[in-house]
């Protein structure tokens, strides 16, 4: 019986406990699909509490972006709402970027000081991604005005838009936005060095750079957002394989679990009570939260326990009450 | 010097020329050992022979084993993506779009 609940990992040369991983996986991919963003932010750092070495849990996260980008851009988005030209320069420097955060994490597990250090960012990235969206809520049930119901901005000047006239300036004719080379290029690269190193897509960063600082319409960000995490999924797949940092077998099982947590999030979210979601999201991000911070401390079954414990009451209520009222 | 042997071993990726530089700079051996960890597969206690082979492939060309798991994820990533749209609009009977 035991023995039917482990599962060997040759690649990783690890034993997990898979009923775990699926469950994580799982939760992770609800939360994905109710917010449209990739769930890899709770999957890595989730992975390495449950024993996976941390450049595997990396390596093997960034496998499941690919799949599922490229279908979702094919599904919701035509090709024309996509602005090549701001891809290709964002990809300019992302490429570059992720090749950088893929060597500091082999450089890192070589001095063995990748745990520490990637560990505290998994809890500075999720802390950041708490206080964003507790923002977000606050600022949305406070009636601003600059915010609609789905929690973006309008921007505030329809038409073209000019950020930082730094020589090569571009004109982005699809997104109507005037910009700096230099700025769009940092921008990707900075993502893409944050998605290289911790294994996560970088939608939730691209989307407010993409809103927020360049001023693109929504749905335009979304699409290329989709494209660009296809591209840079796939780059970072590629490079964390040939290094043998991927666990194929590990891979191949969970794509399937988030697709469907991903395809039940989605259905949900049409249903479910914005307030709902939202105090979902935050509860299942703090629960994600302190099991990285009692992993770093030293407390790994602690780890594991509030990484279960939030896994399943984010699953039960979402799945069964969806905010307060019965399934049915 | 320890912080240069990193950023040169960052940099060139290459252990010869950052033990090199270390040694032309400093004249002694680092505490840190920085020699490349070498990942194996072993094969021997692997039953099914598709998992035989591509631990094969991990051990001797990792090159190939990478194309694969970039076709074997895309492909597969879409494959389920589209089975499980599927059963949930079948199961949920709700509007996904």
């Known amino acids: 019986m035991h023995d039917l609940l482990l599962l060997h990992l ?70 024309s709402d996509v602005d090549f030209k701001l891809g290709a320069t964002m990809l300019l420097g992302g490429i570059p970027g992720i090749e950088i955060g893929v060597r500091a994490v082999l450089l890192l597990e070589r001095s063995g000081l990748a745990e520490e250090i990637i560990g505290w960012s998994y809890a500075g990235l999720l802390a950041a991604i708490i206080w964003l969206a507790y923002f977000d809520a606050h600022r949305v049930a406070s009636d601003d005005p600059a915010a609609d119901r789905s929690g973006f901005y309008k921007s505030s000047k329809p038409g073209w838009r000019l950020c930082f006239r730094l020589f090569p300036v571009l004109s982005f004719r699809q997104s109507r936005v005037i910009c700096s080379f230099w ?62 940092r991927v666990d194929l077998l590990a891979a191949l099982l969970i794509i399937p679990i988030i697709s469907l947590g991903i395809s039940m999030g ?48 984010c699953m039960v209520y979402l799945c069964f009450f969806k905010g307060g009222r019965m399934a049915g | 010097m320890f912080g240069l042997h990193l950023i040169a071993d960052f940099v060139f990726n290459f252990r010869g020329l950052s033990w090199g530089s270390h040694w032309r700079i400093s004249g002694q051996i680092p505490e840190t050992s920085f020699s490349r960890l070498v990942m194996v597969v072993d094969t021997r206690a692997l039953d099914s022979w598709l998992l035989h082979y591509f631990a094969d492939l991990y051990n001797s060309n990792l090159l190939l084993f990478a194309v694969w798991t970039l076709v074997l994820t895309v492909v597969w990533g879409v494959f389920t993506s589209f089975a499980a749209d599927r059963v949930v609009r079948a199961v949920v009977r709700c509007p996904i779009d």
């Open chain 1, 183 to 244: 700025v769009v290029l940092a921008a990707g690269m900075l993502i893409g060095f944050i998605s290289g190193l911790l294994g996560v897509g970088g939608s939730l960063a691209r989307m407010c750079i993409l809103v927020y600082l360049l001023g693109c319409s929504t749905r335009n960000a979304f699409a290329l957002d989709l494209l660009l995490a296809f591209l840079t999924g796939l780059y970072a797949t590629g490079a964390y394989a040939f290094r043998g």
């Open chain 1, 10 to 79: 040759p690649f990783a040369g690890i034993e997990i406990f898979w009923p775990a991983v699926a469950l994580l996986c799982f939760c992770a991919g609800l939360v994905a699909g109710f917010f449209g963003i990739s769930g890899s932010w709770i999957i890595a750092p989730g992975l390495y509490i449950l024993g996976f070495p941390l450049p595997f849990a990396i390596g093997t996260n960034m496998t499941q972006l690919t799949g599922r980008s490229l279908f979702s851009l094919y599904k919701y988005f035509r090709f």
């Open chain 1, 266 to 313: 989605a259905a949900i979210t049409n249903i479910a009570r914005q307030e709902a979601k939202k105090a979902a999201f935050l509860f299942f991000a703090l629960g994600v939260l302190v099991s990285v911070i009692s992993m770093q401390l030293g407390y790994t079954l602690w780890a594991g326990i509030f990484l279960g414990l939030s896994c399943f009451i």
